[in-house]
């Protein structure tokens, strides 16, 4: 098989078992992929920027435990890459153990460290004495409890067959509903084309602390009717009190609003990472307010110009 022949590789969180690989599953592309998986984040995100891999898969926040620290430290400070593509994947876990393994005989239970909180008050009210042990991912404390390490594992039921387990418990949870947001990476590239129902995420970097600093980077969002969906504050790693500002909000970067808050985060920040303009999840169309539609700007544009000029205008 020629390399132009050869199907696309995607990367994602291994081993295989993994909610990250059960979301990738969903992404467009994947099924006449070659899904390859990787022992942790940073090795996922290493490999798509050496070329390794055409896409890269990550959970990015989860609905119960809050954002992933280990994605976003990785986007907003390690060499650049891109979101193309997000997709929410409800998670309930099943406790997974070798066949025969009764509630009595359970010592120890491995998870990834995000799962063990969802499913505290489940694990105090039936395993009690057990230790949680933490694991890369939730396959890979499958595969240490098919190994013997372990008496349990927190993980997706759809693991079992693959390690050879059985399902003594399922629909794990402390809170129903929950929901992990994953996204799809690529190295930089033109951003999908806007569809009406879109999500840019960038990072700030404030460059001298002050009073107001947060506020100024909030009003350029605020003054063009843009919604934010998600910030989250993040040492840079440059000393005590200096932070970077994750941001998610509605909105394409082709859009006239998009496009003037970003230029106004460059204008008061020290740094912007552009992180990625890409269809939302949920669908969800975004309320745009009087004044900020691009007709608007169009229009604003032509006025400014028309004073400029000493051309007519109203």
């Known amino acids: 098989m020629t390399a132009e022949n050869r199907p696309a590789r995607y990367a994602f969180l291994g081993p295989r078992g993994t909610f990250t690989e059960a979301a990738l599953l969903t992404f467009p592309g994947a099924a006449d992929a070659e899904l390859v998986p990787y022992a942790t984040v940073p090795a996922v995100l290493d490999a798509l920027r050496r070329g390794d891999a055409y896409t890269a898969v990550v959970a990015l926040e989860n609905s119960v435990e809050g954002s992933v620290p280990t994605t976003l430290d990785e986007l907003a400070t390690g060499e650049p890459l891109q979101i193309v ?118 990072v700030a970097f404030i460059g001298e602390d002050h009073p107001g600093a947060l506020l100024e980077i909030l009003t350029e969002f605020s003054v063009r009717g843009i919604n934010l969906t998600l910030i989250q504050s993040r040492p840079t790693g440059a000393g005590l009190g200096s932070y970077l500002f994750w941001m998610d909000f509605e909105g394409h970067v082709a859009d006239a609003r998009v496009g003037e808050a970003l230029m106004g985060l460059r204008r008061v920040c020290s740094d912007v990472r552009f992180v990625g303009s890409y269809p939302r999840a949920d669908q969800v169309r975004p309320e745009i307010r009087r004044g900020t539609h691009d007709d608007d700007f169009t229009e604003a544009a032509a006025w400014l110009d028309a004073v400029r000029t000493g051309s007519p205008h109203s």
């Open 85 to 202: 593509g997000e997709i929410h994947l409800p998670v309930s876990f099943a406790l997974l153990v070798r066949p025969g393994t009764a509630l009595a005989d359970i010592k120890t239970v491995a998870s990834h460290p995000i799962a063990q909180p969802q499913c505290r008050r489940w694990l105090a009210g039936n395993v009690p004495d057990a230790e949680w042990r933490a694991a890369t991912s939730n396959a890979e404390a499958a595969q240490h409890v098919a190994d013997g390490h372990y008496d349990a594992a927190l993980a997706g039921s759809f693991a079992a067959a693959r390690y050879g387990l059985s399902v003594l418990a399922e629909d794990i949870h402390d809170v129903s509903d929950a929901v992990t947001r994953f996204v799809a990476l690529h190295r930089p590239c033109t951003p999908p084309a806007p569809t009406g129902m879109d999500k840019t995420t960038v």
